[in-house]
C-alpha cells in the first residue's frame, strides 16, 4: 500500500513538474510573438552585450603559472602554453601563451578552471579578418584590453531586449534613466540573504 501510494506521489510531482517546464517554454514563445524585427544600423549602433556574454579571451601573463589545466579542460586542447623548466629554480618559465580564436569555440571551460584566474571572457565579439591566421592571438595580444561597445564615442550603444524595461520592444529613442526590466547580478546578490556563519561543533 505505501509503495503505491509513493508511485502515485512520485508521478503526481513529476506531472507538475512538466506542466511548469511546458507553461514556462510556451511564455517565451507567447513573449517572443509580441516582438516584432527591429533594425540596428551597425556599426553606428551596437547593441550591448550582456554581462555574461562570451566573447574574446583577456589574459594576464604575470598571473600564469604554465600549469596547463587550460588545455587540460579544452574540448580541442586549443591553448598553447610555452614554457621552459629552469633547472636553477626547478620552476617553469612561461615564454609564451596563445589562443586561436579561429578555432575556440567560445565555452569559457579554460577561464572557469584555470586556478589563478588570468583567464576572464570579456564583450569583444568583432572577431572578424581577412586571413584567418591573423586571428591566433599570442600573450601581447590577448593581453590588450577588450573595446566596450558603452565607452566608444563614435557609437550608438543600444541595450538588447532582455536589458530594457518592462513592456518595451525597441531600443531606440529610449529615456536613459528608465530602469531595465531585469536586475544587474549584484542586484540580485543584494536580495540574497547571507549564508548562515558555520557551527564550531563546539561540546555544550
Ligand atoms: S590554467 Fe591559467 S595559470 Fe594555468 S596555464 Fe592556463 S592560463 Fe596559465
Ligand atoms: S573558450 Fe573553450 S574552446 Fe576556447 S580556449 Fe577556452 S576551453 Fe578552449
Redesign the pocket.
Known sequence: MFGFLKTVGDYTREAVDAAKSLSQGLGVTFDHLRRRPITVQYPYEKLIPSERYRGRIH?EFDK???????VRVCPINL?V?DWVMNKATKKKELRN?SIDFGVCIFCGN?VE????N??SMTEEYELSAFDRHSLNFDNVALGRLPTSVTSDPAVFALRELAYLPAGVMDPHDLDPSRPRAGKRPEQVLETLAPAPAPTTGEPG
Open positions: 589574459y600564469c603559472i604554465a600549469c596547463e589545466v587550460c591553448p602554453v601563451y579554460c578552471y584555470c586556478p589563478t588570468c583567464l
